[in-house]
């Protein structure tokens, strides 16, 4: 089996690259539709004078302001502070929320005010979808009520696995193969995980420490990062240990059998 091994590239690069497409994972999320992407409702755009866009998706277009959420959710997924409990992409919305929120030195309404809110929450989303390398992203579903939405965090890849930048496969972390171990969190490739060292080997994807690397038994041996194989084809025979009359055994080379 071969194992290939990826160089990391920057993720909330990519999502700002998604925030110019014109095929965008996301959006453009606009004022006069009817809801958002997480069915929040809108129809928020009054009629005339605020109304400054027709209903067209693309004749404003904002990439700075989704740019922007891009760069709130990867800052949200490095939060120490958890003790709101809010989701990676909860706290990216607030921030965006926060950041274009009306005051009283504002007009009460303003479609392009309101467009730079709903672009950040693209970024977002955008940026739930891509996922930074080392960690899993759980993707937004919704309950019965087509309402409220569970998932939305992204979640550091625990010891013994790793996550690249495949963009396919967001949703879980990948175990290290046999014969490698990886004792800490973030695994970003799979050059992350250490290799068994020789004379060791482990049979199981997904080993989190080296004591996972254990010993070959008599009569094998094992190169780095690979399983135990046997010295000779009589070494790994059921007769193991020769009888006193075959002593002379010892002087074989390569040796038969086991001292």
């Known amino acids: 089996m071969t194992f290939l091994f990826y160089s990391v590239e920057g993720t909330e690069d990519q999502c700002h690259l998604d925030c110019r497409s ?26 005339y004078p605020y109304h400054i866009g027709a209903n067209d998706e693309h004749i ?12 709130y959710f990867f800052v949200s997924s490095e939060s120490e502070d958890m003790a709101s409990g809010r989701t990676t992409l909860g706290q990216c919305i607030d921030q965006c929320d926060v950041k274009y929120n009306y005051n009283s030195s504002t007009p009460p309404y303003n479609d392009l005010a309101e467009m730079a809110r709903l672009e950040c929450r693209d970024g977002c989303l955008m940026a739930l979808k891509r996922c930074q390398p080392g960690y899993y992203c759980l993707q937004v579903s ?3 009520d087509d309402v409220t939405y569970v998932g ?14 495949s963009y396919e496969a967001v949703t879980e972390c990948t175990p290290c193969p046999p014969n490698y171990f990886r004792e800490d ?12 060292r ?6 199981n994807m997904g080993s989190t ?10 009569g094998t041996f094992s190169t780095e ?19 006193p009359a075959d002593a002379e055994k010892k002087n074989t080379v390569p040796y038969i059998g086991r001292w």
């Open 198 to 203: 020789a004379g060791t080997s482990a049979v």
């Open 22 to 47: 014109s095929d965008r994972p996301v959006g453009p999320t606009r004022p006069w539709h009817a809801t958002d992407p997480l069915q929040n409702p809108l129809h928020l755009t009054p009629p």
């Open 209 to 218: 420490s080296i004591k996972d690397c254990v010993r070959c038994p008599a």
């Open 152 to 165: 939305g965090d992204m979640i550091p890849c625990p010891a013994g696995t790793y996550r690249d930048v």
């Open 60 to 71: 404003y277009e904002f990439p700075e302001f989704c740019k922007l959420g891009c760069t």
């Open 142 to 144: 919704f309950n019965d």
């Open 185 to 196: 969190i973030k695994g970003r490739s799979i050059s992350s995980c250490s290799p068994c």
């Open 225 to 243: 990062a690979s399983f135990c194989m046997c010295i000779t084809p009589q070494a790994c025979a059921e007769e193991q240990l020769p009888p």
